[in-house]
């Protein structure tokens, strides 16, 4: 399946794909019964600012189908600059190009389910990180959300440690998370 994808910055046009994209993700960890995700969180206001800084990726297939997106962000993420974070990498300091980049809000489509997608995905983003000057990829995701823990293990990524979200607002009623990173 992957040799048939391509990742790409989305379009203004695909914001109502990438949110049914986002849906079905949200679907799919409420079957943990997690509260990530489920309240309100992403939402259209988040994919715009995404497509507006250029940050939203699809995986796209042959026939031009949308499959998978996910936010790649190249600026600091301030969730991450808690102190009692420790990373792989070095902080840089405020206002200094960050030496990672930041994966948020990635999803893939029902009907693309158990395809290599997200795989894929994680694969273009750490080639686009590299590309960009970039030492690594940092992640975060709520401790019940064992699919994506299980995927980021073997993908690479290394389980760092627990923190509570500074900033979600009244999206998201549990802010524990795992932040994870990879060497790239």
């Known amino acids: ?78 969730e991450y600059r808690m102190p009692e974070l420790t990373w792989l990498t070095p902080q840089t300091s405020p206002g200094c190009t960050p030496s990672y980049a930041a994966i948020h809000r990635c999803a893939t489509a029902a009907g693309a389910l158990k395809r290599g997608v997200m795989g894929f995905m994680f694969a273009a983003a750490e080639d686009i990180a590299r590309e ?15 699919a994506m823990r299980s995927f980021l293990t073997r993908h690479g990524f290394t389980e760092l440690m627990t923190f509570e979200l500074k900033t979600k607002g009244d999206a998201e009623t549990d802010l524990t998370r795992i932040a994870y990173e990879k060497l790239v």
């Open 132 to 146: 960009n000057g970039r030492k690594s990829l940092r992640i975060d995701t709520h401790p019940g959300n064992v």
């Open 1 to 78: 399946m992957n040799d048939t994808l391509t990742m790409r910055r989305a379009l203004p046009g695909e914001a109502d794909r990438v949110m049914e994209i986002l849906e079905d993700g949200k679907r799919s960890i409420a079957r943990f019964g997690i509260e990530q995700w489920q309240h309100g969180y992403p939402n259209r206001t988040s994919v715009e600012g995404d497509l507006a800084l250029d940050a939203c990726w699809v995986a796209v297939d042959a026939s031009g189908s949308l499959l998978g997106t996910l936010a790649l962000r190249f600026d600091e993420d301030p």
